[in-house]
């Protein structure tokens, strides 16, 4: 595996004056009219951003609702990245022509960004291109460019001289090269931007002919040749975006901004730094317990793990370590026999309201080792691993006790929680506990309004950030 220091690859960046560059974007988003409308694959991409809403369905209400709003910016949780391509396909159909129709009828002009995972997984090109297709054909609008943007900050995914990465302590490892692009679902091999675009469109877009934002013009903060790189899009060409820090970003949005202005269409895919910029959302303090907590229940938190990429285990035997919580172990290979199942999730669910009640908190976690079927049975895996998902949310569905808090690791067990367990059809992003690990303050319609749930991504912190944010909600 070829890495780079971290510390090493930086200090070749030149700096730059960030007050100078903010105060070019505060003129540009002030004078811009654009809502954004942010279609999230999963809970994560919230993980940047505060005082903004996520809608947990893609109604015409909910997205009229955005376009409402007094906020530049809303979100709407399609939970994608666990469909199949058809799903895929239907939801993005559907969700591009209520935009545009809502757009139409309330005379707001919008940008959609497709937010993906910061390390390249997920439903792309399809969904873009599902997109882009319905836009034009219910629009006059046609899409010169799509820039392509994963750098994410507070996970450590950068993208320098167009290789993206992924930080691993010191080390910068290419993303082609981590357990990420090994995914069973979206796997994939080039770390080159240009190049991974190349092998996800299967050559229709070629790595010579994409626009590259280059770090050297950021850093010169030369907003009029990127505005000018941008202008030169056509036919859906695709914008390499290069960004180590925030800065890099707005320097990007201020010509982004004048782009648009001046009549280009884009669309964009991207991690979750991109929405903070150009959503106008300010920086804001990690969240503190009586920010969190503000019905507290005299009962005990609960932690929900179902993420099995290496980094949640890690973190979920730190926790498990530091004694903060009881630990259950849920044995979800029980599933290959109906009513041992059945018995399984009442003992999980029975055990768990005990300890709540008494004002322990818990965490209950899928067993670690994949239910694996041998050769040639990825389908039947496939719906074991949906009922799977079905009796880890019924749990929190079926619970009859209020938790003080609620977390959920990994991205499409948080999205299921969230949505079927706690019934939540509009949230408030009230910030993060962690850089990176976004809360959302439950409406009034869920399970348990007004309750602090952290949605804890499966790929972000370090080993001990999982035990770190539950010390936050326990006062430790």
């Known amino acids: 595996m070829k890495t780079e220091k971290t510390s090493e690859l930086l200090a070749r960046i030149p700096s730059i004056n960030r007050e100078a560059v903010q105060s070019k974007l505060k003129d540009e988003l002030s004078s811009s009219a654009y809502?954004?409308?942010?279609?999230?694959?999963?809970?994560?991409?919230?993980?940047?951003?505060?005082?903004?809403?996520?809608?947990?369905?893609?109604?015409?209400?909910s997205i009229q609702a955005g376009f409402r709003e007094q906020n530049r910016i809303f979100f709407l949780l399609t939970n994608s990245r666990g469909f199949t391509t058809a799903e895929t396909i239907k939801a993005h159909t559907e969700i591009a022509e209520r935009v545009q129709t809502i757009s139409d009828q309330e005379g707001v002009p919008y940008v959609l960004i497709s937010r993906g995972d910061s390390t390249l997984r997920g439903h792309y090109p399809l969904e873009t291109v599902t997109l882009k297709n319905t836009i034009e054909a219910a629009s006059s609008a046609t899409f010169d460019g799509e820039v392509i943007m994963p750098f994410f900050k507070e996970g450590g995914r950068l993208t320098i001289d167009n290789v993206h990465y992924v930080q691993y302590g010191e080390d910068l490892v290419p993303a082609g090269e981590t357990e990420f692009a090994k995914d069973r679902t979206f796997g994939f091999k080039a770390s080159h931007l240009g190049e991974w675009v190349e092998e996800k469109t299967k050559g229709e877009f070629k790595k010579e002919d994409c626009i590259y934002i280059t770090l050297e013009t950021l850093r010169a903060a030369d907003v009029e040749t990127i505005k000018n790189q941008l202008m030169s899009a056509t036919e859906f060409q695709k914008i390499i975006v290069n960004a180590v820090d925030y800065v890099d970003a707005e320097v990007f949005v201020t010509a982004f901004l004048q782009a648009i202005k001046e009549g280009k269409h884009f669309l964009c895919r991207s991690a979750s730094a991109l929405t903070k910029v150009i959503g106008g959302v300010s920086d804001k303090a990690l969240l503190k317990r009586e920010e969190l907590i503000t019905e507290d229940t005299g009962h005990g938190g609960l932690i929900v793990v179902g993420s099995h990429v290496q980094k949640t285990t890690e973190q979920l035997n730190a926790l498990i370590e530091s004694n903060l919580v009881e630990a259950i172990e849920f044995d979800v290979h029980l599933v290959l026999d109906e009513e041992k199942f059945a018995h399984e999730i009442e003992r999980v669910r029975t055990t768990i309201e005990e300890l709540i009640t008494s004002g322990k908190s818990v965490v209950y976690y899928t067993r670690r080792e994949r239910l694996d079927l041998g050769e040639n049975r990825q389908e039947e895996e496939l719906m074991l691993s949906v009922k799977i998902s079905d009796a880890v949310t019924s749990i929190v569905s079926d619970l009859t006790v209020r938790p003080n808090y609620i977390i959920a690791k990994g991205g499409i067990t948080s999205s299921s929680v969230g949505t079927t367990g706690l019934s939540v059809k509009r949230a408030d992003v009230a910030g993060q506990i962690k850089p990176g690990i976004p809360v959302w303050k439950t409406g009034a319609e869920s399970k348990f309004p007004g309750c602090a749930y952290i949605v804890f991504p499966g790929n972000v912190g370090q080993a001990e950030t999982l035990k770190e944010a539950v010390e936050v909600l326990e006062g430790k």
Do not use: A, E, R
């Open 35 to 61: 809502k954004i409308v942010v279609l999230d694959d999963d809970p994560t991409g919230i993980q940047t951003v505060h005082g903004v809403s996520v809608y947990t369905d893609w109604s015409k209400n």
